[in-house]
T-cell receptor, first 113, second 115 residues
Framework: EAGVTQFPSHSVIEKGQTVTLRCDPI?????LYWYRRVMGKEIKFLLH????????ESGMPNNRFLAERTGGTYSTLKVQPAELEDSGVYFC???????????FGPGTRLLVL | GNSVTQMEGPVTLSEEAFLTINCTYT??????LFWYVQYPGEGLQLLLK?????DKGSNKGFEATYRKETTSFHLEKGSVQVSDSAVYFC??????????????FGRGTQLTVWP
């Protein structure tokens, strides 16, 4: 069974540009989560999808971040325009049920210059 | 609110040494507690979990006991190996409501084991 995959693995962009991160959850997992780790700090929750609906988006830092999960399969997280403080590692996770174990992808390392 | 405080690293040990990584938490009610591990170049993997007070989670020689009286979930291993070198994250999940799926993480502890 394939695990959670994320694309790209690394992205380097300039301040003001747009970046789109993609996450493919484990097949059949209705729950999809985005997290972010800024260097040296804790991993912080961004949002939670159940199928295509946003269950909890209270962790999204501001309106420059837009997450979608059309069709309830893969998800994208767009940052527009990117700022320096957006640099970090963005993790995606999925779970079959909300109380179940969350399986994480390898992360996308974003660097905004 | 919910939060996790984890022992800061890095931790450097010789092979076969005893490992303890401290983790304490703040939460309302009865959260579930987790330890995740991130090996170099990989994503986070669930190492062990405990869902109620006095539960002991164990996996790959690692153990952690859910202590409600001290709000702690310390990770221990009796004899570490070089292959245990990784970053370890303590995490909790709240009891319920619309934020049930959210995990709260500590800052992570880098463990390096030398042969």
């Amino acid at each position: 069974e394939a695990g959670v995959t994320q694309f790209p693995s690394h992205s380097v962009i300039e301040k003001g540009q747009t970046v789109t991160l993609r996450c493919d959850p484990i097949s059949g997992h209705d729950n999809l989560y985005w997290y972010r780790r800024v260097m040296g700090k804790e991993i912080k929750f961004l949002l939670h999808f159940v199928k295509e609906s946003k269950q909890d988006e209270s962790g999204m830092p501001n309106n420059r971040f837009l997450a979608e999960r059309t069709g309830g399969t893969y998800s994208t997280l767009k940052v527009q325009p990117a700022e320096l403080e957006d640099s970090g590692v963005y993790f995606c996770a999925s779970s079959q049920v909300v109380e179940g174990a969350q399986y994480f992808g390898p992360g996308t390392r974003l660097l905004v210059l | 609110g919910n939060s996790v405080t984890q022992m800061e690293g890095p931790v450097t040990l010789s092979e076969e040494a005893f490992l303890t990584i401290n983790c304490t938490y703040t939460a309302t009610g009865y959260p579930s507690l987790f330890w995740y591990v991130q090996y170099p170049g990989e994503g986070l993997q669930l190492l062990l979990k405990a869902t109620k007070a006095d539960d002991k989670g164990s996996n790959k020689g690692f153990e952690a006991t859910y202590r409600k009286e001290t709000t702690s979930f310390h990770l221990e291993k009796g004899s570490v190996q070089v292959s245990d070198s990784a970053v370890y994250f303590c995490a909790l999940r709240g009891e319920g409501g619309s934020t049930l799926g959210r995990l709260y993480f500590g800052r992570g502890t880098q463990l390096t084991v030398w042969p």
